[in-house]
DNA sequence: GGCGACTCTGTAAACCCTTGCAGAATCGGC
DNA sequence: GCCGATTCTGCAAGGGTTTACAGAGTCGCC
């Protein structure tokens, strides 16, 4: 079961062993050879804790991100994980259910793990968890919040462009009367798309009106806050949806009530999630790439071939406006008037 | 950042700090105070992995899982780790993709981490691992594969009576054109819903015919799947997918080929995820209980209140079937002739 | 055959915590 | 004020690894 164990067993030191199995020092083959024996034989397993305890680091990064039910924060920590894997590394990630309070526990909890690096990837920051983490003095990276610092990496999103194009698009088709569904609106990085919204129809459409409605981040929540929406007249021409699990939410919502996407109203979502190309009609969106967040996120949390991870950097990555069905001219007459 | 040096900002031994933190024996109040302020001040955070060493528990379980994409397997996670963090246990998880090789690799991994319980819910074990994690001495749950025994429990679904209560459902509305889309043939767990396919259309409906169709376990996979079926002619009048996921993909690709579900072609799905509910049309399936599932394995894994864990139990779960609206009578005439 | 230079291996300390045991402090009761 | 019981605390061993350091072999060459 342990280190000694296999030592005894192959009739060397416990050193040796060790050396064996990490591979870093030259080993003679046939000594080699006598103590893989004993590990097989044995089936012998390292204790990881000991390791960790022992070498100091743990070659184990940790995500933490808001949401893991949503498939955006999903395919991110996806990301991460198979680089991870790809270079040996383990990855261990925790949800914050978008509290302050688990994402302050998670990350006493990466740090007490120690792992070799942390993504915070949460819209729940606060300036206390950023303090603790830049004295962690280990490599760590935000998505979306905080900034960036001695070792901390920041990657952010440049919302406002993809907004942008929603907006111009959806202002040439003739919108000016449009909703906006989001969760959670205290969150910065969900109020950047929001501020976007009003500066970008300022310029486009000064005369739009926004109604807003909050709900859940979920399918159910996107469903509720369209019913919210329609209870009360009129119907706006076109709403915009904070993200696609939203919006496919409000789709369904949508069609229940036999109101045509996008012929009487246009949908757009955001983040461009498998699912929004596969929901019906289509989803206009906006495509974040989430593989290059995750390779991102990785490269800034491990000491690259040249030695030394480059913290303190901050990358600005751009989104991509991708059209599909659910969006069309606003209708002409209201056909909702009751 | 050690105990040492919050025992010594304290006064006290790292003894009495250890005590203070865990709580399980009496410390006095004011001695308890002292210890707390140190800790604070030196935001101490303990070292997990000595903690796990020096204990020899590890207050940590492992789940092992197929593929995480498929929120099949995201929910019984999820379930899992909302009622290990209830408990105040950690979760690590690991994803096998379906290779037997990463399933290894995963539970080696977990040994070495010594984690307190380990659940495997996967497709494709084999015997090696079964017998490596009888040795573990860890309660170990599997789910869908393997076989209770010594400090191992075995849950399991009732797949059979979920296909029986499809065919019975589509064979009086007149269907005996089937197509069974599945990922995988050679797994299992999926055999098990094929061979019930089978076993039950000999009873219900013995001309019945049943073409098979392979692909990936994802939309894309469904879609590819449903393109690689409706390549030759006749179309089956119901397409049975092993689960929702490929399910979505076929709705998919048949609505792109403005074929009518269920007017043309009946669709089901199978597990009942939160996406079959919200796709159009709303898919008939057969719901398999996620939550129960996860707190069943929670429960097989953790000494409960009388102290041990009952392992070496089998625990059968019933399916249930959900009638949405993807199927409808067999449609009289070949519209697809060519 | 002896010497230096390597290559390989062992010894032992360190990593940070938990916990059994025993000693110290405190308390109540007389 | 003393004694025993009780509560609290410290000592030190141990848990399974890594790794600096030094010692033991091995080899080639003069």
Redesign the interface.
Known sequence: MSLEAVAKKAGVSTATVSRVLNGLTVVKGSTRARVMKAVAEL?Y??????R??AGGR?RTVGVIVSN??NPFF?DIY?AV?SDCHAQGY?V??A?TAYTAEQLASSV??M????VAGLAVIVSEVDEEVVA?LS?ANIPVVFYDVGRAGKNITKIRVNYRKGVERIVEYLTSLGHSDFAFITHHAALGPLNERQNALYDSLKIASPKATVRVVVDSDS?DGG?QAARELLRSAPVPTAIMCVNDLMA??VL?EL?ERRIRVPEDVSVTGFDNI??SE???PALTTVHIPRDLIGHTLFHSLTPDASGSAAAGREYVIDPEFVVRDSTGPARSSDVFAR
Chains 1, 2 share one sequence.
Do not use: I
């Open positions: 089936k397993h390292p204790n990881l804790h000991a960790s305890l743990s893991l039910d999903l996806r994980e383990e261990v990630v949800n006493r909890l740090l007490g793990r120690r603790e004295e399918l469903r496919v939410g369904k069609r498998k699912l596969f929901c019906h």
